[in-house]
């Protein structure tokens, strides 16, 4: 008698087993309605993608346009010039671009896959930063000259443009990271959080050197007047 209802005893294990999988899914948005069967292989394929979703968008949108943003502020003349400036400026750009709408047609797809998918202000602000990068990315492949009075708006609207992307970017990151329903959210918050403490360190600390040295060049010509008028005497 053990041995005849030991198999149906582990089924109902197992079941039971899948039955909790399934409504722990369904409570995280992520089930679609399969059998728990199905549903647990089609869970781990969701969660694994919810993952690449996450990373893609923290280097795309999070990491690789501030670094653009910060190469092309402080490197470009002043206070610290390089030549290949708008070289790195648009490879940060274009990368964190590229990967930023793969995390972003990620997440679509995983909201597509679900009925159960409610994360509507995630959603809403991912359309939105990925509308605002794409036009951002129209601007800079079709920049116009700085001599004329339209390049002179077109450079103050691309970099309004990408500051409110970047601005965006990280809200609708911290979004996403308060939706995941388990204690890995507060790795990913804090991961995250360290990444802006040290982009955050490196502007103010560039700002600082472009204060300080701004300040050393307005002396400059009145050090130089002193002079010469020392030699006159």
């Known amino acids: 008698m053990v041995g005849k209802n ?9 079941e039971h087993q899948m039955e909790a999988t399934s409504i722990e899914s369904t409570e995280s948005g992520v089930t679609t309605g399969l059998r728990p069967w199905k549903g ?23 990491l690789l346009l501030p670094i653009g943003a910060i190469v092309a502020r402080n490197f470009s003349k002043f206070p610290l010039k390089c030549d290949d400036w708008y070289q790195l400026h648009t490879l940060c750009q274009t990368s964190g671009y590229i990967v930023g709408a793969v995390g972003w047609g990620t997440g679509i797809w995983l909201g597509n896959s679900s009925r159960q998918y409610t994360l509507k202000a995630h959603r809403i602000l991912g359309i939105i930063v990925f509308t605002l990068a794409t036009l951002q990315m129209l601007a800079m492949w079709l920049q116009a000259k700085k001599e004329d009075e339209c390049g002179k708006w077109w450079e103050i609207c691309y970099n309004v443009l990408g500051y409110v992307v970047i601005v965006l970017s990280i809200a609708n990151i911290f979004e996403g990271i308060g939706n995941i329903r388990s204690h890995a959210a507060e790795n990913w918050r804090w991961v995250y959080m360290a990444m802006l403490i ?16 701004s300040k050393n060049q307005q002396q400059m010509p009145f050090d130089d007047n002193d002079i010469d008028a020392s030699q006159q005497i």
């Open 198 to 213: 040290v982009l955050a360190l490196i502007a103010v600390a560039l700002e600082i050197y472009r204060w300080i040295k």
């Open 6 to 14: 030991q198999p149906w005893k582990v089924d109902t294990i197992l």
């Open 40 to 62: 647990q292989s089609n869970w781990r394929h969701q969660h694994h993608l919810k993952n690449v979703h996450g990373i893609l968008n923290i280097f795309g949108w999070g």
